[in-house]
């Protein structure tokens, strides 16, 4: 099983290479960019063949490390492969 | 995976960097056709960067012992006695060509392999210096290379705990396509506690230990051999990342071990990994080698024998331990959540096996497969020697002030904050000079004495005059060295040229390799350790010859250190040395007279005046006569001036006493040259002293105010000065911002 | 002054940390591995500077949850005094013994250089040696000093006089929220900040500013 | 226009924080898990309103700025929004 996470800054939380970003697309010459946020995507394979167990697993995970869950938001989607 | 037994075509054997009779060489030594994987040995252990085929004849030219030295060349890095029973191992090495494809990981890996090779020996790394040479700031790739290399050394080093106390940053067309990467260690150790590479005894095993081993850096080779196996897509080179948590953990456990007692040789994998190391360790120790590619642990899966052996991933050591310590050894690895696997043993019959899922895939004879590896004499042509440019031919600035006022905002002079502030320079808390003087100091831990490093070299001078510009960048890394109060006592070098299958390149090579010597031997100031880089080109176009010189230093004692502020107002300012005004290859002529195609002459070096300056002036400093000391380099007299004035917050008044041009004077690069500050009340007797050794020197002025006076030139403000020194570097970097 | 200095895989001012305690406290502390569950009987316990696990996924994030925290944490509640320092700042923040972040430096680029720090609060157990207003010199040296928080953490943190140290004079080299330095758990026994007093404590240094907060310390637990 | 972007590493490049957080999950006692890799998450707000233009600027932005095509590959999904 293979899960995909996102983590991303909450709202209201600063996010400093967001808009260092935005910075620097602006400076490209970009234009029309309304914001930017950065956040992790980190892919997990598990042993796991059970779906919910997978479930279950991941999400303990990102509780417990993946995610600080003060500042961060994840969601989670897993993959059979 | 890919085959072991392939045609050996001369498109393959040329895709391996292997000439035909070196191919033929090959044949004659071994009595038949190569497997693919002994191929892959052959190019790595015959490439320039491992065998100096084009350089050994001249390298072996240099003075390489003296009453310090340990151990020179030969080994990871340079060893050189420092007291006390200690000993300082230092080493510099190139990594050119990785930072211009991926600046950031090639740059992170250049340190991460510097630093590799110091601890190798036994040493705790003290101190981390870079050289960068990157091309004009309007390239349009510079910005985006230097933001990479900048970053990338920094992280590895802040990561893995060293402080990156000094360097070099120039700017010049010639490195647009091929930027210069550096970098210098120096680590710590017990002189009677340094670990060597050679393998000692029978049937020992040999120990794989560090990160796990990636088709990481398998360059050019790879995809010729790749037409031969499935999954090319997969196969395809990749960069090296750097890891510098791994070099962390590596460094920690690698220094427990060797206090264990139980490593006999350690190698680490450096360019052409498990091949260059383990053929290092047989060869030395006239062993051979057998090596299980089944047990090295490996990040990807399906790696053949020959991608094994030529992988170039990062953070990995090899070891010979002894067997009764197998246990303790293990306790580390484990206690350092390090991979590690015995891979391998010794054996008495001096070839180099390997072995790939049951199977030879090479056997080699061990000791030829370094010993036998071409050597060329290059036909070489010598620089044409140039003229020599009279000061009063020099074209004049309408106004010496203003000129000075731009110089100081020049990319290759202004301050280099902006790249120091991104490295630690604190950690470790024995900094005693930082980036920004003329050598970094640090204390010994825990002890009084402090160690000086400087890395040098003026390339335009190198250009316009091989030998004098490799005499030079010798004798500025003493200079840099003395003027903090340091005995210099050993350097090391990193030779960065183009082409040396031409001949004025090869001529370049020669010409400097004489003057590094001939400043060395002159300067009792040997060579322990050192690094070619050759091929630095882009369409047919080298660039400057680029010897770098990096160079240590002693204190008896870092409180004695001087440095380059002025410390009071009402203080007399010496100049040291005798004036010429020779503004040939000056910063000045190239920058402020526009004369960027001067062929003239670089300043000559005479090393005997050196010495006796540079000896005269560390006598004062230890003797505490000196409040300031700064050497002279590019910009001359009045740069140092400025820069001094610019480090305190304290201005100058200078009145020079000269028949020369006042530019000539200002800005000229004479060589063996010093500032130096004291208490107005000292200065009758320093000048007495300085008579009585025959050293020139002459009161060019007073400390103090807000303004840096010259007669004859509109006086200049220091926040003026100083916003233009420390303006240029962040302006740059900010117009193009990066992540 | 007994103290303890705890290591990870990736710290890498330990070394300046056992060296400045020793110095200061004469008295030689204990190195405590990160596998260990226990910690030694002492007074103070610090976690030093680095990037342990390479300050990979979030700084401290890893470290945070390892063996030795719990031994931590109840140090903590039985009122040890506890130092973070850089990286130790950052695990005491993600181990949930100090409150907020410490995110990415607004500038994105490590920084290491001089700055001046106010002290805010002078009456706490790493602070009184200094004076109440009295601006110091001490390095930083950190890729992760832009502290954060919620407004209403934020506000308690003011309130409380637990913002015990700020950047002055417009030196904030990171962004960090209301120039925030250094701050305090509510109990005051918790001590993080960025910048690193324990090399600013020989004259080698260029001052000696950062000695009288591990002196502030000694006095304390005397 | 909301460009979501994922910016992985490519196949067989050295991911030294993915490793850093297999060990972490392995040491809180997860099992299973055969490897980790970690990328960057990047939410991009455009005020452009035409999707084939949207994806052109992204895409651009992805190569110019956001993803370092030596080592990384990069994914853009489109959203109105
Ligand atoms: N220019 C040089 N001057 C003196 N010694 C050199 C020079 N270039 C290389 N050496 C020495 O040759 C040996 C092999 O160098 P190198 O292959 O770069 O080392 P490593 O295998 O550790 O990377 C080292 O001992 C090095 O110090
Ligand atoms: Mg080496």
């Given at each position: 099983?293979?899960?995909?996470?996102?983590?991303?800054l909450?709202?209201?939380?600063?996010?400093?290479?967001?808009?260092?970003i935005?910075?620097?697309?602006?400076?490209?010459?970009?234009s029309?960019?309304?914001?930017v946020?950065?956040?992790?995507?980190?892919?997990?394979?598990?042993?796991?063949?059970?779906?919910?167990?997978a479930?279950?697993?991941?999400?303990?995970?990102?509780?417990?490390?993946?995610a600080?869950?003060?500042?961060?938001?994840?969601?989670?989607e897993l993959?059979?492969? | 995976?890919?085959?072991?037994?392939v045609?050996?075509?001369?498109e393959?054997?040329?895709?391996h960097?292997?000439?035909p009779?070196?191919y033929?060489?090959?044949?004659?030594?071994?009595g038949?056709e190569?497997?693919l994987?002994?191929?892959?040995?052959?190019?790595?252990?015959?490439?320039e960067?491992?065998?100096?085929?084009?350089?050994?004849?001249?390298?072996?030219?240099l003075?390489?012992?003296g009453?310090?030295?340990i151990?020179?060349?030969g080994?990871?890095a340079?060893v050189?006695?420092?007291?006390?029973?200690?000993?300082?191992?230092f080493?510099?090495?190139?990594?050119?060509?990785?930072?211009?494809?991926?600046?950031?990981?090639?740059?992170a890996?250049?340190v991460g392999?510097?630093?590799?090779?110091?601890?190798?020996?036994?040493?705790?790394?003290?101190?981390?210096?870079?050289?960068?040479?990157?091309?004009?700031p309007?390239?349009?790739?510079?910005?985006?290379?230097v933001?990479?290399?900048?970053?990338?050394?920094?992280?590895?080093?802040?990561?893995?705990?060293?402080?990156?106390?000094?360097?070099?940053?120039?700017f010049?067309?010639?490195?647009?396509?091929?930027c210069?990467v550096?970098?210098?260690a120096?680590g710590?150790?017990?002189?009677?506690?340094?670990?060597y590479?050679?393998a000692?005894?029978?049937?020992?095993?040999i120990?794989?230990?560090?990160?796990?081993?990636?088709r990481?850096?398998i360059?050019?080779?790879?995809?010729?051999?790749?037409?031969?196996?499935?999954?090319?897509?997969?196969?395809r080179?990749?960069?090296?990342?750097?890891?510098?948590?791994?070099e962390?953990?590596l460094?920690?456990?690698?220094l427990?071990?060797?206090?264990?007692?139980?490593?006999i040789?350690?190698?680490?994998?450096?360019?052409?990994?498990?091949?260059?190391?383990?053929?290092e360790?047989?060869?030395?120790?006239?062993?051979?080698?057998?090596?299980?590619l089944?047990?090295?642990?490996c990040?990807?899966?399906?790696?053949?024998a020959?991608?094994m052996?030529?992988?170039?991933?990062?953070?990995?050591m090899?070891?010979v331990?002894?067997?009764?310590?197998?246990k303790?050894?293990?306790?580390?690895?484990?206690?350092?959540?390090?991979?590690?696997?015995?891979?391998?043993?010794?054996?008495d019959?001096?070839?180099f096996?390997?072995r790939?899922?049951?199977d030879?895939?090479?056997?080699?004879?061990?000791?030829?497969l370094?010993?036998?590896a071409?050597?060329?004499d290059?036909?070489?042509?010598a620089?044409a020697?140039?003229?020599?440019?009279?000061?009063a031919?020099?074209?004049?600035?309408?106004?010496?002030?203003?000129?000075?006022?731009?110089?100081?905002?020049?990319?290759?002079?202004?301050?280099?904050?902006?790249v120091?502030e991104?490295?630690?320079?604190?950690i470790?808390g024995n900094?005693?000079?930082?980036?920004?003087?003329?050598?970094a100091?640090i204390?010994?831990?825990?002890?009084?004495?402090?160690?000086?490093?400087?890395?040098d070299?003026?390339?335009?001078?190198?250009?316009?005059?091989?030998?004098?510009g490799?005499k030079?960048?010798v004798?500025?890394?003493?200079?840099?060295?003395?003027?903090?109060?340091?005995?210099?006592?050993?350097?090391?070098?990193?030779?960065n040229?183009?082409?040396?299958e031409?001949?004025?390149?090869?001529?370049?090579?020669?010409?400097?390799?004489q003057?590094?010597?001939?400043?060395?031997?002159?300067?009792?100031?040997?060579?322990v350790?050192?690094?070619?880089?050759?091929?630095?080109?882009?369409?047919g176009?080298?660039?400057?010859?680029?010897?770098?010189?990096?160079g240590v230093?002693?204190l008896?004692?870092?409180?004695?250190?001087a440095?380059?502020?002025?410390k009071?107002?009402?203080?007399?300012?010496?100049?040291?040395?005798?004036?010429?005004?020779?503004?040939?290859?000056?910063?000045?002529?190239r920058?402020?007279?526009?004369?960027?195609?001067?062929?003239?002459?670089?300043?000559?070096?005479?090393?005997?005046?050196?010495?006796r300056?540079?000896?005269?002036?560390?006598?004062?400093?230890?003797?505490?006569?000196l409040?300031?000391?700064h050497?002279l380099?590019?910009?001359?007299?009045?740069?140092?001036?400025?820069e001094?004035?610019?480090?305190?917050?304290?201005?100058a008044?200078?009145?020079?006493?000269?028949?020369?041009?006042?530019?000539a004077?200002?800005?000229?690069?004479?060589?063996?040259?010093?500032?130096?500050?004291?208490?107005?009340?000292d200065?009758?007797?320093f000048?007495a002293?300085?008579?009585?050794a025959g050293?020139?020197?002459?009161?060019?002025?007073?400390?103090?105010?807000?303004?840096?006076?010259?007669?004859?030139?509109?006086?200049?403000?220091?926040?003026?000065?100083?916003?233009?020194h420390?303006?240029?570097?962040?302006?740059?970097?900010a117009?193009g911002?990066?992540? | 002054?007994?103290?303890?200095?705890?290591?990870?895989?990736?710290?890498?001012?330990e070394?300046d940390?056992?060296y400045?305690?020793?110095?200061?406290?004469?008295?030689?502390?204990?190195a405590?591995?990160?596998?260990?569950?226990?910690?030694?009987?002492?007074?103070?316990?610090?976690?030093?500077?680095?990037?342990?696990?390479?300050?990979?996924?979030?700084?401290?994030?890893?470290?945070?949850?390892?063996?030795?925290?719990?031994?931590?944490?109840?140090?903590?509640?039985r009122g040890?005094?506890?130092?973070?320092v850089?990286?130790g700042?950052?695990?005491?923040c993600?181990?949930?013994?100090l409150?907020?972040?410490?995110?990415?430096?607004?500038?994105?680029k490590?920084?290491?250089?001089h700055?001046?720090?106010?002290?805010?609060?002078?009456?706490?157990?790493?602070?009184?040696?200094?004076?109440?207003?009295?601006?110091?010199?001490?390095?930083?040296?950190?890729?992760?000093?832009?502290?954060?928080?919620?407004?209403?953490?934020?506000?308690?943190?003011?309130?409380?006089?637990?913002?015990?140290?700020?950047?002055?004079?417009?030196t904030?080299?990171?962004?960090?929220l209301?120039?925030?330095?250094?701050?305090?758990?509510?109990?005051?026994?918790?001590?993080?900040l960025?910048?690193?007093?324990?090399?600013?404590?020989?004259?080698?240094?260029?001052?000696?500013?950062?000695?009288?907060l591990?002196?502030?310390v000694?006095?304390?637990?005397?």
């Amino acid at each position: 099983m293979k899960a995909r996470i996102k983590v991303t800054l909450k709202n209201g939380v600063l996010d400093p290479q967001g808009k260092a970003i935005e910075g620097a697309l602006g400076a490209l010459g970009f234009s029309g960019i309304e914001s930017v946020r950065q956040g992790k995507f980190i892919e997990v394979e598990l042993a796991e063949k059970d779906r919910t167990k997978a479930a279950a697993a991941i999400d303990e995970m990102c509780r417990k490390l993946l995610a600080n869950t003060v500042i961060e938001n994840y969601a989670v989607e897993l993959d059979e492969k | 995976m890919i085959p072991n037994v392939v045609p050996v075509t001369p498109e393959l054997i040329a895709e391996h960097g292997l000439k035909p009779d070196e191919y033929q060489r090959i044949l004659d030594l071994i009595g038949r056709e190569p497997t693919l994987t002994e191929l892959g040995i052959f190019s790595a252990m015959w490439n320039e960067h491992c065998s100096y085929k084009s350089s050994k004849k001249w390298l072996r030219t240099l003075p390489t012992t003296g009453p310090r030295v340990i151990c020179g060349p030969g080994e990871n890095a340079g060893v050189v006695d420092i007291g006390d029973g200690q000993a300082i191992i230092f080493k510099m090495e190139s990594h050119n060509h990785p930072s211009y494809i991926e600046p950031h990981e090639g740059a992170a890996t250049g340190v991460g392999g510097i630093l590799r090779d110091v601890f190798t020996m036994g040493a705790r790394p003290v101190a981390a210096l870079n050289a960068l040479r990157f091309g004009a700031p309007e390239h349009p790739r510079t910005r985006h290379i230097v933001s990479g290399v900048v970053a990338g050394i920094g992280g590895y080093g802040n990561s893995f705990g060293v402080p990156t106390i000094g360097g070099e940053v120039n700017f010049d067309p010639s490195y647009n396509g091929n930027c210069l990467v550096n970098a210098f260690a120096a680590g710590l150790a017990d002189a009677d506690k340094i670990f060597y590479s050679e393998a000692k005894g029978v049937g020992l095993p040999i120990v794989y230990l560090g990160s796990k081993t990636g088709r990481d850096g398998i360059h050019g080779a790879t995809m010729a051999s790749a037409e031969f196996g499935e999954g090319t897509e997969e196969k395809r080179p990749t960069v090296q990342i750097g890891d510098p948590f791994s070099e962390k953990l590596l460094l920690e456990a690698c220094l427990e071990l060797m206090a264990s007692g139980a490593v006999i040789a350690i190698q680490d994998m450096g360019a052409a990994g498990l091949t260059c190391s383990a053929v290092e360790m047989g060869a030395k120790g006239n062993l051979g080698v057998e090596l299980d590619l089944d047990k090295v642990p490996c990040r990807e899966d399906g790696m053949s024998a020959y991608e094994m052996m030529l992988s170039e991933s990062q953070e990995r050591m090899l070891m010979v331990l002894d067997p009764a310590r197998e246990k303790d050894a293990e306790a580390i690895f484990v206690k350092w959540g390090l991979d590690f696997a015995i891979i391998g043993k010794t054996t008495d019959d001096l070839r180099f096996r390997v072995r790939r899922h049951g199977d030879v895939m090479a056997d080699l004879p061990i000791k030829e497969l370094g010993d036998q590896a071409p050597e060329y004499d290059r036909p070489w042509i010598a620089t044409a020697k140039p003229e020599t440019l009279s000061p009063a031919s020099a074209p004049a600035p309408s106004d010496v002030g203003e000129a000075l006022a731009r110089l100081i905002g020049l990319p290759d002079m202004c301050s280099r904050r902006w790249v120091w502030e991104q490295y630690d320079h604190l950690i470790q808390g024995n900094t005693a000079v930082g980036p920004g003087g003329d050598a970094a100091v640090i204390r010994v831990e825990r002890q009084k004495k402090g160690l000086a490093f400087s890395l040098d070299v003026t390339p335009r001078y190198c250009a316009a005059d091989p030998v004098e510009g490799g005499k030079q960048a010798v004798a500025e890394c003493w200079r840099n060295l003395t003027a903090v109060g340091a005995e210099p006592l050993a350097i090391t070098d990193n030779l960065n040229f183009g082409n040396p299958e031409k001949p004025e390149i090869m001529g370049q090579l020669v010409g400097c390799i004489q003057g590094i010597g001939e400043a060395s031997r002159a300067l009792d100031f040997p060579v322990v350790s050192g690094n070619v880089s050759l091929y630095n080109e882009t369409n047919g176009k080298g660039i400057l010859p680029t010897p770098t010189i990096g160079g240590v230093g002693l204190l008896p004692d870092v409180a004695q250190r001087a440095t380059i502020p002025f410390k009071a107002e009402g203080e007399a300012i010496i100049l040291v040395g005798e004036t010429k005004g020779h503004l040939g290859q000056s910063i000045y002529l190239r920058d402020i007279a526009g004369k960027s195609d001067d062929k003239s002459a670089p300043p000559p070096v005479n090393l005997a005046v050196e010495r006796r300056n540079g000896d005269f002036v560390r006598t004062e400093i230890r003797a505490g006569n000196l409040t300031a000391v700064h050497d002279l380099s590019d910009g001359g007299v009045f740069v140092a001036l400025a820069e001094m004035a610019i480090a305190s917050g304290i201005g100058a008044r200078v009145k020079p006493e000269t028949a020369l041009p006042l530019h000539a004077w200002a800005f000229g690069e004479d060589q063996a040259r010093y500032l130096v500050t004291m208490p107005e009340k000292d200065a009758e007797s320093f000048m007495a002293r300085a008579a009585q050794a025959g050293v020139p020197a002459a009161r060019i002025g007073v400390t103090g105010g807000s303004e840096l006076t010259l007669a004859g030139a509109t006086p200049i403000s220091l926040v003026e000065l100083g916003v233009a020194h420390e303006g240029w570097l962040p302006a740059y970097m900010a117009e193009g911002a990066e992540l | 002054m007994k103290s303890a200095v705890v290591v990870f895989p990736g710290s890498n001012r330990e070394r300046d940390m056992l060296y400045a305690l020793e110095l200061i406290t004469g008295v030689k502390p204990h190195a405590v591995w990160h596998t260990e569950r226990d910690l030694p009987d002492v007074d103070l316990v610090v976690l030093p500077g680095g990037f342990s696990y390479g300050d990979y996924l979030r700084t401290g994030a890893i470290a945070a949850r390892g063996n030795i925290m719990p031994a931590i944490a109840k140090a903590a509640d039985r009122g040890v005094r506890i130092l973070g320092v850089c990286n130790g700042f950052q695990i005491l923040c993600e181990a949930g013994l100090l409150p907020g972040v410490l995110m990415r430096n607004a500038g994105l680029k490590f920084v290491c250089r001089h700055v001046k720090l106010q002290v805010v609060n002078a009456e706490t157990d790493f602070t009184r040696k200094y004076e109440r207003g009295q601006v110091w010199n001490c390095p930083v040296a950190h890729g992760d000093g832009n502290y954060f928080t919620d407004t209403d953490t934020l506000a308690r943190l003011e309130g409380e006089g637990r913002v015990a140290l700020r950047y002055a004079e417009g030196t904030n080299p990171n962004g960090s929220l209301n120039d925030i330095a250094g701050i305090l758990n509510e109990r005051g026994n918790v001590f993080g900040l960025m910048p690193h007093p324990e090399n600013m404590i020989e004259p080698l240094n260029g001052a000696t500013d950062g000695r009288a907060l591990f002196e502030s310390v000694l006095e304390a637990v005397a």
